[in-house]
């Protein structure tokens, strides 16, 4: 087996083992969002092939850099990917352009900190250690007569019996008069060190039994 062979191999092992640890116990334990495995962890290693065979046949480092271009543009017309899904996707994709350069065996010592270093940041950055974060929830709310400012309180307060959460202000939006619904966007404070607990309860679900269909 030649050496240009075996850092191919131990550099895709590599770039692929990076993405597992990041999509397996960094994003999914915390999200609980088994939608975008598939997609990021196919991406991973689909674009560490193509990088690392571009760079074998020297083609431009422009053609790479237009591929990671055109890739990280991607959105689905299913739905709409959310800015969290969008930015590990960023960096799904960003890693094997980097990765890449193992094939040649160079920088290995600047590669591994650079993987080691995401890596951390991720995790730290999903543990959300030392902040407190105010998160939303868009709600199609039936009780249309609540959502008038003078009767705003009221609107907080059972909004936040009705869903279980701290709701600490609400948006309307689009009024439906016909059907007597309203989009109302709910603000709530999720302490930290409960972070995982409250997305592990079922707080991130689509839809609430007495409010109606809830949206992040």
Not at 135 to 154: F, G, Q
Not at 195 to 208: N, Q, T
Request: charged residues 20%; hydrophobic residues 50%; aromatic residues 12%.
């Amino acid at each position: 087996m030649s050496t240009d062979f075996s850092d191919f191999i131990l550099g895709a092992a590599f770039n692929l083992l990076t993405a597992v640890i990041i999509v397996r116990f960094i994003y999914y334990p915390w999200t609980q969002n088994r939608s975008y495995v598939f997609t990021f962890l196919a991406f991973n290693p689909t674009i560490y092939f193509v990088m690392a065979l571009l760079t074998s046949i020297e083609l431009s480092v422009g053609v790479g850099f237009g591929l990671f271009a055109i890739f990280s543009v991607i959105r689905y017309r299913t739905e709409e990917m959310p800015i969290r899904e969008m930015t590990y996707l960023f960096i799904i994709i960003a890693l094997p352009v980097m990765n890449s350069i193992l094939g040649d065996g160079n920088e290995v010592d600047k590669i591994v900190v650079a993987n080691v270093t995401v890596i951390v940041l991720l995790w730290v950055l999903e543990h959300e250690w030392g902040f407190t974060f105010e998160h939303r929830k868009k709600v199609t709310y039936e009780k249309i007569d609540l959502i008038t400012p003078a009767r705003r309180a009221e609107l907080i307060a059972d909004l936040s019996e009705r869903t279980g959460l701290a709701v600490t202000r609400a948006e309307v939006g689009r009024i439906d008069f016909v059907r007597d619904t309203a989009e109302v966007t709910i603000y709530f404070d999720e302490p930290a060190k409960n972070g995982r607990a409250a997305r592990k309860s079922g707080l991130a679900a689509e839809y609430h039994p007495l409010v109606g269909r809830i949206e992040d």
